[in-house]
């Protein structure tokens, strides 16, 4: 309980500091949103029909790239780190590809697919593949090896009795991390894919800060904060659930 | 009576290793019968165990099963030192991972996990976590998972030396009784010999660099067996003084 009223004073104490910040001028007059218009500027988004769309367009890309992403990730992650031919084969180009920003690859993913929910989710898709590859990778690469021992005695051995016995439960822990960082991450590639040109809330936000319409740019920071705490909310509770097992 | 597994002057070099660990080592083990195998620390104890095991292809001579294999049981089954129970799996469903690739029935398979676990003492925990067990309870749980799959020899590797002195001499007396119940041989590695002696139809006693038998004593005492038969007190001195320990 007294968690929940520091936390809430915590917050009134920072808009009142902002508000503050704007009464007394600290800042230059017409940059700084005025917090008490922001239930307002929430109401005309709603009522012009901007909002609900630009969500619904995010979210289209959101779980597209975020999906696919993770999907590529987990299963390449996998094969590298089980199949040592693969593992050689993909060491270096991995190593090329990894540090290039998913921003960087707009231009090819307006290129080849256009200003479209297919190029923004893409863009989003390579960043979490990366995430969701390297968390799986060195999961597979840390599991005790006496469990596969224990698989070999007990007659499950093969590759895919092991992979199913073994390695995929014990994985599950570092893989299911990795994609939780993946739901985040893909939100940052997302609002800044569109902030370069493709529908939903990131553009509407560049849109609005054009005009200097500020108090619109923070109604739409506060959807995408809510938004992605409802999917962190959400993938927590699948969590537990599926690693019920863990002290 | 005839014998489950034998080796035949079984060698083994660990990998980069200068000399064998084991050499020219022979032995029969019979069919239903209760082997130790005592000796020094890195003597080879536990690498005899991984080769009957099948973890380790032997170097040189031959590890090989003299029945031949049975539907619905296994050749072997090994306990671990470290209990080693799947983490994410209940206890009624490691139990069952051994089943799980052996061509019986869904029913067949849950009434040998329910068998296995009432035999145990674990009728009541077969919803819980590993995480959520004893010491001693973890081990129940690795010979009731070796149990289930009915094998022909039971392969132990120092099952006990991490539980406290009580429980220990608890499962001792447990492990006999369960042997007793199955038509199991168990080869039972451990450092200690009055365990050995408590325990076994026959202690063998590994030794020498590289290791081989140097000792096959067969423990005549009825059982259960009492430690303050003189008869067991003489058992051990006379494989302690073997070992070189007094």
Redesign the interface.
Known sequence: MTRVVYGVAGVVLFVLLWKAAGVFAWVRPGTLPDPFLLPDAFLQEWQSDRLLPAVGSSLIHYFWGLGLGTLFGILVGMAAATVHRFDMLQAYLARILRPIPPLAWVVFAIAWFKVSHAGAAFVIAIGVFWVNYFATYSAVRNIDP??Y??A?????GGYW?RAR??TL??I?PGTLAGVRTGIGQAWMTLIAAELLGVPGMGQEMNAAAGVGAYEAVVVYMLAISLVYALCDLVYGLIERRVL???? | MASVMEFDRLSYTHPGAAGPVIQDLSLAIEAGSFVAVVGGSGVGKSTLLRVAAGLIEPGGGSMRFTLPQRPGRRRRAVVFQDGRLLPWRTVSDNVAYGLETLDIDAAQKRERVTEALSLTGLAEFGDRWPHQLSGGQAQRVGIARALAVKPDILLMDEPFSAVDALTRRKLQAELIRLWQASQSAVMFVTHDIDEAVFLADRVVVLGGQPASVVENLAIDLPRPRDRTNPAFADAVAHLSARLGVE
Do not use: V
């Open positions: 006496r469990f021992e224990l070999r005695s007990f007659g499950q009795r016995s073994i439960p014990a599950a019920a097992w863990r002290p």
